[in-house]
Nanobody, 119 residues
Framework: QVQLAESGGGLVQAGGSLRLSCAAS????????MGWYRQAPGKQRELVAD???????NYADSVKGRFTISKDNAKNTVYLQMNTLKPEDTAVYYC?????????????WGQGILVTVSS
């Protein structure tokens, strides 16, 4: 199995910043992409940002210009720097990893980390 260790969530005032981290370990021999999703109460889970192994990144329109995704490939770790946070960014954030173990493709999700932005 693949284990994802998430950290960095918490409570912050509107306009503040937080940095999320997610480190992948376990049975994974290659990573194709890592990203972050979020789910607010009563809403569906949505993509926040994704970074492929090829170096491209993709962001939700609602976070463009405020959030930045980055990876440390040597550490199998993905980060999400969140600036100018808004109350509507309040959600549980989930790390997602897509890769393979040998010839077997895999996808893993973190347990989720709560981000609360107060107004």
């Amino acid at each position: 199995q693949v284990q994802l260790a998430e950290s960095g969530g918490g409570l912050v005032q509107a306009g503040g910043s937080l940095r999320l981290s997610c480190a992948a370990s376990g049975r994974i021999s290659g990573i194709n992409g890592m990203g972050w999703y979020r789910q607010a109460p009563g809403k569906q889970r949505e993509l926040v940002a994704d970074a492929s192994s090829g170096g491209s990144s993709n962001y939700a329109d609602s976070v463009k210009g405020r959030f930045t995704i980055s990876k440390d490939n040597a550490k199998n770790t993905v980060y999400l720097q969140m600036n100018t946070l808004k109350p509507e960014d309040t959600a549980v954030y989930y790390c997602n990893v897509r890769g393979h173990y040998g010839a077997v493709p895999l996808q893993a999700w973190g347990q989720g980390i709560l981000v609360t932005v107060s107004s």
